[in-house]
């Protein structure tokens, strides 16, 4: 046992990196010649999300002219290319899809806001093409967000629940901070790791306990009123889940 637990890693590394890595997968899937489609779930861009990643234009700088964008987005508004409830039935999903099967579906920061996010999951491995991969991003520890409103906060195993269809390729935790450009993957042996055991990285890497006095002292430090109901604490913390759907026909189709 000791062994085992000895061979669970943390690595540094960062988002540009691991992005990098995900789309020269998608790249070697695709092949050198054939279009690239690219399906963005909650692609519209808002005046407080200026400082996101521009998916559209970093595939376009990745896959030039064989890239073939989709935003999709539940209202309109700037880089939307379709309108649609990512968490209708499949089929409508597909429907307003035109029926396209998807190379890479990037969906961050989206499955919090959403009512029913099993239906989101189902439809968007529906729509993925054999091969495909997945960005799934989602907070695990974070403030309350409304955009509308804000629904759930989802663990490593909770996104793995959600696309019980797709195979977890890597998983990496990230912060929210502007211009932090810091990732930290979760291996054993090199490979990814999803088990009960990410829980003790986690507690051991990232959450802060304070005895009483030095949590008195630390939220009187902070601007504004502060109310004690903790002495544990956990930085901003987003999950990230790199997927990939399987190429056998008989695959686990999504609930």
């Known amino acids: 046992m000791a062994d085992a637990e000895a061979q669970l890693r943390v690595v540094g590394t960062s988002v540009g990196r691991e992005i990098d890595a995900l789309l020269a997968a998608v790249g070697a899937a695709c092949g050198a010649t054939r279009p690239v489609r690219a399906l963005q ?6 005046p407080m ?5 521009n998916w559209r234009h970093v595939l376009e700088a990745r896959f030039g002219k064989r890239l073939r964008y989709t935003g999709l987005d539940i209202e ?9 409830d990512v968490c209708d039935e499949p089929a409508a999903v597909d429907r307003a899809l035109g029926g396209a099967r998807f190379d890479l579906v990037v ?3 989206v499955l919090e806001h959403v009512r029913a996010p099993w239906r989101a999951a189902a439809a968007i491995q529906s729509v993925m093409a054999p091969g495909g991969h997945a960005l799934i991003a989602v907070p695990w520890s974070h403030a309350h967000h409304p955009r509308p409103d804000d629904f759930w906060r989802m663990s490593f195993a909770g996104v793995a629940v959600l ?4 195979e977890p390729v890597e998983l990496y935790y ?3 901070a502007v211009g932090l450009d810091i990732a930290y993957r979760v291996t054993r042996d090199g490979r990814v790791e999803m088990s009960p055991a990410i829980g003790a990285v986690e507690q051991g890497l990232f959450q802060l306990t304070l005895d009483h006095e030095e949590n008195k002292a ?4 902070q601007p504004g009123q502060r109310v004690p109901l903790s002495r544990v604490y956990l930085p901003a913390m987003v999950v990230n ?13 999504a609930s």
């Not at 696309?163 to 797709?166: C, E, G, I, R, V």
């Not at 889940?241 to 189709?253: E, L, T």
């Open 163 to 166: 696309f019980d269809a797709l």
């Open 41 to 46: 779930v909650g692609a519209r861009v808002a």
């Open 241 to 253: 889940v790199v997927a990939r759907k399987p190429k056998a026909s008989g695959a686990k189709a």
């Open 174 to 176: 990230t912060g929210n």
């Open 107 to 109: 969906c961050e920061h």
């Open 49 to 53: 999300s200026k400082a996101d990643r």
């Open 218 to 221: 630390l939220l009187s430090r």
């Open 76 to 84: 309109a508004g700037v880089n939307v290319d379709v309108v649609h």
